[in-house]
């Protein structure tokens, strides 16, 4: 069963008892515990793991290294990103559609309007360039967009 509308409630089957509802709503109850109690798990090894990641990121950054091999397990890498975010306050939102109108146009703008992080990304680093390329890299900015942060992502392969 894909979906169920609401004239679906209208043609009512009178072979449905109330023990058979009863079992299914118990189904799902189940499904819903074990499902709960899963996600609960996975929340906290992700929490191990992010706490592990950055500790190994702490550990390499005291010893100066940014690639580590461990024998037999793999290699680790250690790398830097700019990232940008779309503005979060109405007044930054507004002045990044109003500079993106005033280049682009229209029909951009309308695009930028709601942006995943990597197409925002994307856009800044293009941007960015282009103003490298005519010698304003060292005042460039995106009105509405703030300084691009640092982030720290750590990279697995492991040995062959």
Do not use: C, W
């Not at 609960?40 to 191990?48: F, I, L, N, V, Y």
């Not at 109003?98 to 293009?126: I, W």
């Amino acid at each position: 069963m894909d979906q169920v509308s609401m004239d679906d409630f209208e043609q009512a089957d009178e072979s449905i008892t109330t023990a058979m509802l009863d079992e299914e709503v118990g189904k799902l109850k189940a499904y819903k515990d074990g499902y709960e109690e899963k996600k609960k798990e996975s929340d906290k090894a992700h929490g191990d793991y992010n706490t592990q990641r950055l500790y190994l990121v702490s550990l390499l950054s005291k010893a100066g290294k940014k690639k580590y091999e461990a024998e037999g397990i793999g290699t680790i890498y250690v790398s830097s990103k700019l990232k940008v975010k779309y503005p979060q306050d109405i007044e930054g939102r507004q002045s990044f559609l109003e500079y993106v109108k005033g280049r682009y146009g229209e029909e951009a703008m309308a695009n930028l309007v709601s942006v995943n992080y990597q197409t925002l990304q994307s856009f800044y680093n293009e941007e960015f360039q282009a103003a490298a390329e005519s010698g304003d890299a060292s005042t460039f900015q995106i009105p509405g967009i703030k300084e691009p942060e640092s982030e720290v992502t750590l990279s697995f392969r492991k040995s062959k």
